[in-house]
């Protein structure tokens, strides 16, 4: 099982991104997918989940709105489309599930 994530970069407070997990080494489409990040200095942090159906989702408290999690089963592919980003975001973003993680992609804010 392998992720990759891609899609982070530098991008001044109130702009936007969009990353990218794509899976391989497993049945994509049957495995509710997570989005992490570890802030410089502090422990990872869970960001949202979906579902495997993409219907169901759930974020941390204070990125609903801003965050929006999805998926494309068929090109096993997840999304994390982040709008109004403040530098308190700046972060590695990971993609999940189970025991099985990415290397991450990071995300720098600018204020």
């Known amino acids: 099982v392998e992720f990759v994530e891609s899609g982070g970069g530098l991008v001044k407070g109130g702009g936007s991104l969009r990353l990218f997990c794509i899976g391989c080494?497993?049945?994509?489409?049957?495995?509710?997918m997570r989005w992490y990040r570890q802030p410089p200095g502090k422990e990872r942090e869970w960001v949202a989940t979906?579902?495997?159906?993409?219907?169901?989702?759930n974020y941390k408290p204070g990125v609903l709105g801003p965050f929006t999690i999805s998926r494309d089963n068929t090109n096993r592919l997840l999304f994390l489309e982040m709008n109004d980003l403040e530098p308190e975001d700046t972060a590695v973003y990971s993609c999940n599930t189970q025991t099985y993680w990415g290397k991450g992609t990071q995300v720098t804010v600018s204020s």
């Open positions: 080494g497993l049945d994509f489409s049957k495995v509710g």
């Open positions: 979906i579902h495997p159906n993409g219907v169901i989702t």
